[in-house]
């Protein structure tokens, strides 16, 4: 009888042969795999490790992304870990920069692949979770049989992007696990705790960026989504997570070319000088706790003079 390797080996080149790429999403990483990497199913070879050296530049380049992303991946590693899960933080180009394991299991996961510095594009390990989230730059689960390599098919893997400031993808979360009696509802639930655990690094990261900065959260959206907007002293909108430029069509280097924040909402907002000066008084008012004498100083007016626009107004 042949072995799970090599029936796992001809349902992907029957499927392929067989052009399902066009009716679904896994055929078509597997069709890229074969026909775009020229990788074979059956490869058991594992070539795809970084040296010590090129670990630390890799690491190096990510910049503020590991330690932006480490308590969250803690947090994770505290949730999941217990299933026998390792969580893998790899950057765009697959490299695993950092992990979290259970000593337990790191004999497993090292023989697997799943281990800092090992390279999991799909251009080097075919249709996996990390690989293929890049590929189509959205959360993935890829199940066992589901790997394009018949060596991965003991390995369930579920991951999402994390998108930086600018929104450009910039590293994927994956949870992966070598356990076969995992239920679908537990598989369900680790894929959507991957997902939220992507979202929180990219609401850090772009805090960090604009650290001076008002967040706005864009109205009418989950605030799960992270749909947030960077605003200035002026009121001029400087930067936008992807979920808030794919809610509001925004796009380019929002820092170079500002937009009033009402004009992005859509609000209304001052109208001319009068309008601007009256809603300046109304904020250091408030500021203020309705005290003339401290709202002048705020403003730099005088008492008299403060009184005397309030009048005007």
């Known amino acids: 009888m042949p072995s799970p390797a090599s029936q ?103 023989a697997a692949g799943l281990w800092t510095g090992t390279a999991w594009s799909e251009a ?66 680790i894929a959507a705790t991957v997902a939220e655990a992507a979202r929180r690094v990219e609401a850090d990261l772009f805090t960090r960026l604009y650290p001076r900065a008002r967040l706005v959260m864009v109205p009418g959206t989950d605030r799960a989504l992270g749909a947030m907007l960077a605003v200035d002293a002026q009121d001029l909108v400087i930067g936008a997570t992807r979920a808030a430029r794919a809610q509001l069509n925004l796009a380019g280097d929002l820092a170079a070319t500002p937009r009033p924040l009402s004009d992005i909402l859509g609000t209304d907002a001052p109208d001319g000088f009068a309008d601007a000066e009256r809603a300046v008084i109304a904020r250091a008012l408030a500021r203020s706790g309705g005290n003339i004498s401290a709202a002048a100083r705020a403003l730099g007016l005088s008492r008299a003079t403060l009184h005397r626009r309030l009048d005007r107004g």
């Open 124 to 189: 080097q390990a075919g249709t996996n979770g990390i690989g293929t989230c890049l590929a189509e730059a959205r959360p993935v689960t890829i199940h066992r049989d589901q790997h394009f390599l018949a060596r991965n098919i003991g390995l369930s893997c579920s991951s999402a992007p994390v998108f930086g400031a600018d929104g450009a993808l910039t590293a994927v979360i994956d949870v992966s696990t070598a356990r076969a009696d995992l239920p679908e509802a537990i598989s369900s639930l």
């Open 8 to 110: 796992h080996v001809t349902r992907v080149e029957t499927a392929i042969r067989a052009g399902h790429a066009a009716r679904s999403a896994l055929a078509a990483s597997w069709a890229r795999s074969a026909t775009l990497y020229r990788l074979d199913p059956a490869d058991a070879r594992l070539e795809n490790r970084l040296s010590a050296a090129e670990l630390a530049l890799a690491q190096e380049r990510a910049g503020v992304l590991l330690p932006t992303a480490a308590p969250h991946l803690d947090r994770l590693f505290q949730t999941v870990g217990g299933l026998g899960a390792c969580i893998v933080l790899a950057d765009t180009d697959g490299v695993a920069l950092d992990r979290r394991g259970n000593a337990g299991d790191d004999r497993d996961f090292t």
